[in-house]
């Protein structure tokens, strides 16, 4: 089984500012310890980061016509506004989880609106970068 985990704007500099939100791990770390997770059933994580609203619809694009079995997503700001991205989820047939690392509903109340929700299987947040591995565990589990 091949997974895209891919995350989206200023997402690159996780654990360089803000660890009281974010946490201190970096991307790297996050990506190195799920390829290791994924390994452990027999399954490989394609892990980008891009911070262009169009890369990352064209990476949604390429999971389908890739075989890719399933897409963990953490949007980053795009999470609250893009519905670009919220038709390029509705156009494919592969299943999405949305993750955030922190609690969008205790921040602003500009980010308690996902626009891409209702087009994902389900919506993770707030458990720190746990939730990217809880993400993948639910597809591995297929
Ligand atoms: O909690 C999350 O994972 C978010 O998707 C992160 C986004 C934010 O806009 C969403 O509302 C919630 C922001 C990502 C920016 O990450 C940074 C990390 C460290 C330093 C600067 C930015």
Redesign the pocket.
Known sequence: MKLFVLN????N??????PE??GKETLEDIKIRLQLLAENFNASIDFRQSNHEGELIDWIHEAEDSGIAGIVF????Y??TSIALRDAIAAVNVPVIE??????HK?EAF?HHSMLAAECVGQI?GLGTVGYDLAIRKFLEK
């Open positions: 989206g704007p200023n997402l500099r996780l654990g360089k500012r803000e939100i974010y953490n949007p980053g700001a999470t609250h993750v955030h690392i922190s609690n969008i921040r980010r947040c």
